[in-house]
């Protein structure tokens, strides 16, 4: 099961469908998980009791086992990748105060 590291130690890691619910995710091998999330994508080894036991106070009721059809890791977009896009505007006033407004800082 792939998990999350944190500051007490690693959670679950939950991941939505195609149609946007909840769903939480077993591999039947470590292979098939790397090939899936890549090598970095830290796990643990639960059986399918134990995964369904730690989803279902969360909500998820949706066990997805060796899911395939997943799209690759792109990182998000930075202001600098974003103003290197052909055709990308030149940030303006208002453009900077939308931006501020979404921060929550003054423009």
């Known amino acids: 099961m792939p998990v999350r590291p944190g500051a007490h130690g690693v959670s ?5 469908t195609p ?7 077993a ?5 098939r998980l790397r090939t899936t999330l890549g090598a970095a994508q830290p796990w643990i080894p639960l059986s399918e009791a134990a995964l369904r036991a730690l ?12 899911p395939v ?22 940030a303006t006033p208002c453009a900077r105060r939308v931006d501020a407004f979404v921060r929550g800082t003054d423009a």
């Open 12 to 16: 679950t890691r939950l991941f939505r």
């Open 19 to 25: 149609v946007g619910a909840r769903t939480v995710v």
């Open 27 to 31: 591999f039947t091998s470590p292979g």
């Open 55 to 66: 989803a279902r106070p969360l909500g998820v009721h949706t066990l997805t086992v060796d």
């Open 69 to 90: 059809l997943t799209a690759p890791y792109t990182p998000a977009p930075t202001r600098e990748t974003v103003a290197d896009l052909p055709g990308a505007l030149p």
